[in-house]
C-alpha cells in the first residue's frame, strides 16, 4: 500500500488451505459439469488440451498426480477436459459451440471463446459458480506453482486478497 509516496507493509495472515486426501481427478466434459452445476454449483477449472500438444501430456503425468493438485481440484472444482481442437459440438446456453476447419487443423468454438482467441496449449481457464472467467492461465504449470493458484481461486481469496499478498503467505498443505 502506497501513502503520500511512501510504501507501508501490512502484515498478512499466513494461509494454509487443509486438504483431504482425494484419489485421482474426476475429469468431465462440459456436458457432465454443467448437469452438476444445476444441483451443486462449483468453480470449474477447464483444462484446454490437443492431442499432439506434448506439454499438455507432460502436464497430465507430472501436475494432475501430484495429490496436493489432485485434492485442490477434487475439493473445489469441477475439473473439465476440454479439447481445443474438438469435433464434437458443444450447446451450452442456447448457442451451439463447433469445429471451425482450419488449415490442416482447426480449432472448437468455445474454448476458444474461453481463452479469448488466444490459442495456446495448454491453457487452464477457471470460471466461477455463473460461468464467468475468473482467469485463463495458459502454459504448463508446475505442481508447487499451480498449487497455490488452485487454492486461491478454490478459496474464495481472489475477490477480496490481492495475488501478491496471498501467494506470499500461502503454505503448502499435505494432504492427511
Given at each position: 500500500m502506497?501513502?503520500?509516496?511512501?510504501?507501508?507493509?501490512?502484515?498478512?495472515?499466513?494461509v494454509?488451505?487443509p486438504l483431504?486426501?482425494?484419489e485421482?481427478?474426476?475429469w468431465?466434459?462440459?456436458?457432465?459439469?454443467?448437469?452438476?452445476m444445476?444441483?451443486?454449483?462449483?468453480l470449474l477449472m477447464?483444462?484446454?488440451?490437443?492431442?499432439?500438444?506434448?506439454?499438455?501430456?507432460?502436464?497430465?503425468?507430472?501436475?494432475?498426480?501430484?495429490?496436493?493438485?489432485?485434492?485442490?481440484?477434487?475439493?473445489?472444482y469441477y475439473?473439465?477436459?476440454?479439447?481445443?481442437?474438438?469435433?464434437?459440438?458443444?450447446?451450452?446456453?442456447?448457442?451451439?459451440?463447433?469445429?471451425?476447419?482450419?488449415g490442416?487443423?482447426g480449432?472448437?468454438?468455445?474454448?476458444?471463446?474461453?481463452?479469448?482467441?488466444k490459442?495456446?496449449?495448454?491453457?487452464?481457464?477457471?470460471?466461477?459458480?455463473?460461468?464467468?472467467?475468473?482467469?485463463?492461465?495458459?502454459?504448463?504449470?508446475?505442481?508447487?506453482?499451480?498449487?497455490?493458484i488452485?487454492?486461491?481461486?478454490?478459496?474464495?481469496?481472489?475477490?477480496?486478497?490481492?495475488?501478491?499478498?496471498?501467494?506470499?503467505t500461502?503454505?503448502?498443505?499435505?494432504?492427511?
Amino acid at each position: 500500500m502506497f501513502l503520500c509516496g511512501f510504501a507501508i507493509a501490512q502484515q498478512a495472515p499466513t494461509v494454509t488451505v487443509p486438504l483431504k486426501p482425494v484419489e485421482k481427478i474426476e475429469w468431465l466434459t462440459w456436458e457432465q459439469a454443467a448437469a452438476k452445476m444445476e444441483k451443486e454449483p462449483r468453480l470449474l477449472m477447464i483444462d484446454c488440451y490437443t492431442d499432439w500438444c506434448g506439454w499438455c501430456k507432460r502436464m497430465d503425468a507430472t501436475t494432475m498426480e501430484d495429490p496436493r493438485i489432485i485434492s485442490l481440484i477434487g475439493q473445489k472444482y469441477y475439473a473439465v477436459k476440454m479439447d481445443g481442437e474438438g469435433k464434437k459440438d458443444i450447446t451450452f446456453r442456447g448457442r451451439t459451440y463447433k469445429f471451425v476447419a482450419q488449415g490442416h487443423r482447426g480449432y472448437h468454438e468455445l474454448p476458444a471463446e474461453l481463452m479469448g482467441g488466444k490459442m495456446s496449449y495448454p491453457t487452464l481457464i477457471f470460471l466461477d459458480q455463473e460461468y464467468a472467467i475468473i482467469q485463463a492461465l495458459p502454459g504448463y504449470q508446475e505442481a508447487t506453482a499451480f498449487e497455490p493458484i488452485l487454492a486461491y481461486f478454490g478459496g474464495g481469496f481472489y475477490k477480496s486478497t490481492p495475488w501478491e499478498s496471498f501467494q506470499a503467505t500461502f503454505k503448502s498443505a499435505k494432504t492427511n
